[in-house]
Antibody, heavy 120, light 109 residues
Framework: EVQLVESGGGLVQPGGSLRLSCAAS????????MDWVRQAPGKGLEWVGR??????????EYAASVRGRFIISRDDSKNSLYLQMSSLKTDDTAVYFC???????????WGQGALVTVSS | DIQMTQSPSTLSASVGDRVTITCRAS??????LAWFQQKPGKAPKLLIY?????EIESGVPPRFSGSGSGTEFTLTISSLQPEDFASYYC?????????FGGGTRVEIK
């Protein structure tokens, strides 16, 4: 059974940093691109970024709103995806989902989400 | 960036109604469009990909259908069921940054 489990969410002050993790199981993690998608409270979905697999050199893409502040990484030996967030703003308050990307670019499995609250 | 505009933002309907949600892209995206359903407190669920292909692997029922290409797309629910009251989002997968529509909330009339 495919599972994606996020952890590391919590309360952080503006300007602070936080790292989210996503533990993957039930599939060959190293084969897949992985995305982060977020959702502010009561709002719609926003794509955060993508990390490709080893075949595609672990290259990354980011939304303009997070580029230069967030870094997506992965450790295939640990079947884990990460989102390092720095210089956090109140607008970054959201539930962050990790998502498995299929070969055609579509999503199939999502984690349950991790809530990040940026507030003083 | 490609802007995805969904309409309506809220839709009131009854069980058994035929429901149509529209998603417009600010530039052509071919058929690189997906539709998701999201219920409160849950992760989104893929319904349709490549504009019109039903995600049958996860058991999406055939009352859901998608159509369109280029810049205009629709999601249709042929006969609304109680479990379909939820929010729906489109997403373009044509180019980065990937972008979602603002969402359509389908509520009970």
């Amino acid at each position: 059974e495919v599972q994606l489990v996020e952890s590391g969410g919590g309360l952080v002050q503006p300007g602070g940093s936080l790292r989210l993790s996503c533990a993957a199981s039930g599939f060959t993690f190293s084969d897949h691109y992985m995305d982060w998608v977020r959702q502010a409270p009561g709002k719609g979905l926003e794509w955060v970024g993508r990390i490709r697999n080893k075949v595609d050199s672990y290259t990354t893409e980011y939304a303009a709103s997070v580029r230069g502040r967030f870094i997506i990484s992965r450790d295939d030996s640990k079947n884990s995806l990460y989102l390092q967030m720095s210089s956090l703003k109140t607008d970054d308050t959201a539930v962050y989902f990790c998502v498995r990307v299929l070969r055609g670019g579509n999503y199939d499995y999502w984690g349950q989400g991790a809530l990040v609250t940026v507030s003083s | 960036d490609i802007q995805m505009t969904q309409s309506p933002s809220t839709l009131s309907a009854s069980v058994g109604d035929r429901v149509t949600i529209t998603c417009r892209a600010s530039q052509t995206i071919g058929r690189r469009l997906a539709w998701f359903q999201q219920k409160p407190g849950k992760a989104p669920k893929l319904l349709i990909y490549q504009a019109s292909t039903l995600e049958i692997e996860s058991g999406v029922p055939p009352r859901f259908s998608g159509s369109g290409s280029g810049t205009e797309f629709t999601l249709t629910i042929s006969s609304l069921q109680p479990e379909d009251f939820a929010s729906y989002y489109c997403q373009q997968l044509y180019t980065y940054p990937l972008t979602f529509g603002g969402g359509t909330r389908v509520e009970i009339k």
